[in-house]
């Protein structure tokens, strides 16, 4: 699986405080199952919920929300853009710790979609794993690189642009 490092950094880089304190934001695998493929090629999906946990976070909510649906764009856009799923991609729930923190917990639904090919030049047998790139979103749904938010003239938060 190699979104949740993947969104791991990517949060750690919009949010500093959990670059400086990186036990403060767990990830959990939840409910995961494999999907194969059903044809002669190995290949399947992992699909499961990760469960982000962002805790004693001092920052304003919009600010871990915001790189999140960032990062989906990029990798997971299908959760946004389809009408099924786009009311339910990102499930929370908060406990206010007092009037400065909160343990912020953000559930995607993720999938990743792994295929098998004969390793070039390999033995008999051989065969190299690929995880397939996230199709596209929508081409009707052009949007700008997003890099960093703000609040009522406020910077929230800001990160590097997302490598394609």
């Known amino acids: 699986m190699r979104k949740p490092p993947s969104l ?3 949060l750690t880089a919009a949010l500093p405080e959990f670059a ?4 403060r934001l767990m990830m959990f695998v939840l409910d995961g199952r494999i999907a194969t493929t ?3 090629a190995l290949g399947w999906q992992w699909h499961y919920t990760l469960r982000t946990v962002l805790c004693d976070f001092t920052g304003h909510p919009d600010a871990a929300v915001g790189p999140m649906l960032v990062w989906l764009r990029a990798h997971q856009s299908d959760l946004l853009h389809n009408p099924k799923t786009k009311d339910q991609a990102i499930r929370i729930q908060a406990e206010y710790l007092n009037t400065q923190a909160l343990d ?3 559930d995607l639904q993720l999938t990743e979609s792994v295929h098998a090919r004969p390793l070039e ?4 047998g051989a065969f190299e794993l690929l995880h397939r790139a996230e199709p596209p979103g929508p081409a009707d749904m052009p949007h700008d690189p997003v890099t960093s938010l703000y609040l009522n003239g406020q910077q929230l938060t800001s990160w590097p642009p997302l490598a394609s």
């Open 8 to 10: 791991r950094a990517h």
């Open 104 to 106: 912020l917990v953000l």
């Open 38 to 40: 059903g044809t002669a």
């Open 20 to 23: 400086r304190d990186p036990e």
């Open 121 to 124: 030049g390999g033995a008999p």
